[in-house]
């Protein structure tokens, strides 16, 4: 067995497991299978039967390049004229933010892994080291995630401010993973706590998403707690602000260099210093308990409830041309819902499409009230609601249960295309349009009805913008697939890439407006429609 | 001293053994007391608790009630030492498949703490054996059912347990293989081991088993040899006797049903 490099580094610690009470010799040897595993996360069995060894590579190090991009267009910040505290609050919100979505959307499968269950439970091994090999785990990506992610700002760091700030700045990316960490096992500990079964599964689904929304509003929170004006950027207290893990990080930075040690920036700072370590040793205190009730999620009992789904068979009727395409779409849409790991990588996203709207409405209109932004052009906001559909179009190859996919094989399937239209119609019903609806009708209340053939074209837009996106991002392969693996699903450049698309579009109606007020509108709907026609007759051929 | 003592002692109790989920009882007070040597066929119809006794007996299930013990000690208390004196096939059949079938048996060799080359040299032993010396180096991903099925056999017996849990560890083998296995588990015993076998097949557990438990919603319904059950009941085979224990008549009328609803189209 070829040993990962990590293991070097863990064994120089063996006496702190020790310490703990932890079996290394037996942690060690789960930690090595788990990374040799990590590394051979590899494209699907259904092609190759027996091939020739490949070279082993671990998806996530190939993806950490994304992440270290994300890290250089931190590094501006660093050179913003202000104190230390405003830059580094907002370096470490970002940093915290993508490193909390990553724990939540790509790494909680390692904290709940069942198959662990059954294959190490079994074995004499008990549940401190079993716990701590995850976290070992959990620890070795978290670390070159955020290395990823800080480096390049700390680097620049260390050009601007010299070693010390250098220094503290990598003290203060390893609290970032003890915290992230330390949260969100606390979270799934109390959900595994107080339900059970079925319900579990659907519950612990939704405190993912809830999270991960949550911690996308939260940074709105750091940007609050500055007054920015043209010459001061300013920290104005509250106390709200004790609650906001950035703040009390880049506080500590300020005390020691920046020299501002007013009361409550001390307060912050020893939060800073003292939090991380409190919140890890809870973690560690309830290690035992959180590994056997992971235990519960095995358990498959109870009813899950299932809808009649009336509705669904209706836009069905509606939107599908035959019988082949009807039953994709239906398959589609049950899929889109019942699969969790697909809700939770595709649902965050449609938290932050219903979100960003708001925000940056409130942002730019800061002071004017909600009659002057109601006269203004911020419906054009509602374009944020596409953002839905390249991300869940790039997990719709992937599915928990991909190996289901033999059926796309083995049943007489006259035009292979209407698996792929009735797929993305679901998409469409499923996850675009109750985004939609609920933005429509905020943004009626907000801009009168004057708005309906604005927010019209944006429908349609979605629908041409459904079948760019499927070329992008689905490719070849059919629908549900494909195993998830461990590429995040946040921070996707394809997505970024596509999203600029949708800008294009929106800039296309924006100067159909400028330039023929009026009627104008009327001739662009007319013009997507013409090219809905087009794209979804054309747009799909060349899958048979 | 030490030998005759624990021959005495039962290898494995349960003492009013009871489980529920979410209010709804699984087990409802199970009561078995197993010697060593013995090889029991445990069955039951779906649904019935076979698992869940299998789960709390390895330690996968809290909250049950009554007395679990292995070895003759409380498992509740005493640690978890005993799970190296335990072989387990899981019905589910889960692997780490991204391992090939070396690095997997050196894996849990090594969770028995056994030493990696001892373990590797036992694992390709035993895997040629079982005509698999070919794909040692294969991922266990690539692997057909009844291969990987041969490779957790080999991967709950490395470690020379003394009390072995298979549930359904014949799915997917072949009829050759079958043979082979059936005279495995009949050696086992003989060399003091206590097998578990949990499965549907009935012709199977008739044939390897020293005795027959039938779980029944929750409780044990028959408890002897098969010929001891055969006696009280005047049947032929043990799927008579299963049918007749949990009460099931209506096969003949079920399958002419199907059948007809089938030929509708």
Request: one cysteine or more; a positive charge; glycine letters at 6%.
């Amino acid at each position: 067995m070829k040993e990962s490099r990590f293991l070097k580094i863990t064994d120089l610690m063996r006496p702190v497991f020790e310490k703990l009470g932890v079996n290394y010799a037996v942690m060690r040897h789960v930690l090595a299978v788990k990374l040799l595993m990590d590394a051979r996360r590899m494209p699907i069995v259904l092609a190759s039967g027996r091939q020739k060894k490949k070279k082993d590579s671990n998806l996530f190090l190939k993806s950490l390049w994304v992440y270290a991009l994300v890290g250089l267009f931190v590094v501006p910040f660093i050179f913003l004229s202000s104190d230390y505290l405003f830059k580094t609050s907002l370096i470490f919100a970002i940093i915290l933010f993508m490193v909390m979505t990553a724990m939540i959307a790509d790494f909680s499968s390692v904290l709940l892994d069942t198959r662990d269950q059954a294959i190490l439970w079994t074995k004499p091994i008990d549940a401190r080291t079993l716990h701590a090999a995850k976290t070992v785990h959990l620890c070795i990506y978290l670390i070159l995630l955020t290395g990823a992610l800080g480096l390049p700002a700390a680097i620049a760091g260390l050009m601007r401010f010299g070693l010390g700030f250098f220094l503290l700045f990598l003290l203060n990316l390893i609290f970032i993973d003890l915290i992230s960490l330390s949260c969100t096992t606390f979270v799934y500990l109390l959900v595994l706590k107080f339900f059970d079964g079925e319900r579990l599964k659907d519950i612990i689904n939704y405190v993912q998403i809830f999270l991960s929304l949550a911690v996308a509003v939260s940074y709105q929170f750091v940007i609050r707690a500055f007054d920015v004006t043209a010459t001061h950027i300013t920290l104005t207290p509250a106390w709200w602000q004790l609650f906001v893990p950035p703040l009390w990080l880049a506080s500590t930075i300020e005390w020691v260099i920046g020299g501002q040690r007013t009361a409550f920036l001390s307060l912050l700072a020893l939060l800073g210093l003292l939090m991380p370590f409190i919140l890890f040793s809870i973690y560690q205190r309830f290690s035992n308990a959180f590994e056997q009730a992971v235990i519960k999620l095995t358990v498959q009992a109870g009813k899950s409830r299932t809808q009649s789904g009336k509705l669904n068979h209706l836009l069905g009727k509606l939107l599908c041309r035959n019988l082949e395409e009807r039953t994709f779409f239906r398959f589609s849409s049950l899929m889109m819902k019942q699969d969790r790991t697909f809700k939770l990588k595709v649902y965050p996203s449609l938290g932050m499409a219903l979100v960003f709207p708001f925000i940056f409405l409130i942002n730019n209109f800061h002071g004017s009230s909600w009659h002057q932004i109601g006269q203004g052009s911020g419906f054009f906001y509602a374009y944020f609601s596409l953002l839905v559909i390249p991300t869940a179009l790039m997990m719709l190859r992937c599915s928990s249960t991909f190996k289901g996919a033999w059926i796309y094989g083995a049943a007489p399937i006259k035009q292979r295309h209407s698996i792929f239209s009735g797929a993305l119609k679901a998409m469409i019903t499923q996850l675009y349009l109750p985004a939609y609806f609920l933005l429509s009708v905020v943004f009626l209340l907000l801009f009168r009805w004057t708005i309906i053939p604005d927010l019209v074209a944006i429908l349609l837009t979605a629908s041409i913008f459904t079948i760019i996106c499927s070329h992008y991002c689905l490719g070849e392969s059919f629908p549900f697939s494909e195993p998830f693996d461990a590429q995040p699903s946040t921070g996707n450049f394809m997505v970024l890439f596509l999203f600029l698309i949708a800008g294009l579009f929106a800039a296309a109606h924006a100067i159909v407006r400028a330039i023929l007020p009026g009627y104008g509108v009327f001739i662009y709907i007319a013009c997507l429609l013409a090219a809905n026609l087009l794209v979804w007759k054309t747009g799909l051929r060349g899958k048979d | 001293m030490m030998i005759i003592e624990t021959e005495h002692a039962p290898i494995l109790s349960m003492e009013k053994l009871t489980m529920s989920y979410s209010g709804t009882p699984v087990l409802k007070g199970v009561n078995l007391e197993v010697e060593s040597g013995q090889v029991i066929g445990y069955i039951g119809p779906n649904g019935a608790g076979k698992s869940t006794t299998v789960r709390i007996l390895l330690g996968l299930q809290q909250g049950y009630g009554g007395t679990a013990r292995l070895f003759g000690e409380d498992i509740k208390t005493s640690g978890i030492a005993y799970k190296r004196r335990i072989g387990y096939v899981p019905e589910t059949a889960e692997v780490y498949d991204m391992l090939t079938a070396r690095e997997y048996l050196v894996f849990t060799g090594g969770c028995y703490g056994l030493d990696a080359v001892k373990a590797e040299k036992k694992g390709q032993q035993l895997m040629n054996q079982f005509g698999l010396a070919n794909v040692f180096d294969t991922r266990l991903s690539s692997f057909s059912k009844g291969m990987r099925q041969k490779v957790l056999i080999i991967a709950s017996l490395l470690h020379n347990p003394d009390l072995l849990f298979f549930d359904e560890p014949l799915s997917g083998l072949d009829a050759n293989s079958v043979l082979v296995f059936k005279e495995i588990l009949a050696k086992l015993a003989e060399t003091g081991k206590t097998v578990f076998y949990s499965s549907h097949i009935m012709d199977v557990v008739e044939k390897i088993s020293d005795r027959i438990v039938l779980l029944y919603d929750g409780q044990i319904a028959a408890d002897g040899s098969f010929e001891e059950l055969n006696a009280q009941n005047k049947e032929g085979s043990l799927e008579d006797l299963f049918n007749q224990l949990t009460g099931f008549h209506q096969h003949a009328q079920i399958a002419e049903d199907f059948v007809s609803l089938v030929e509708e189209v």
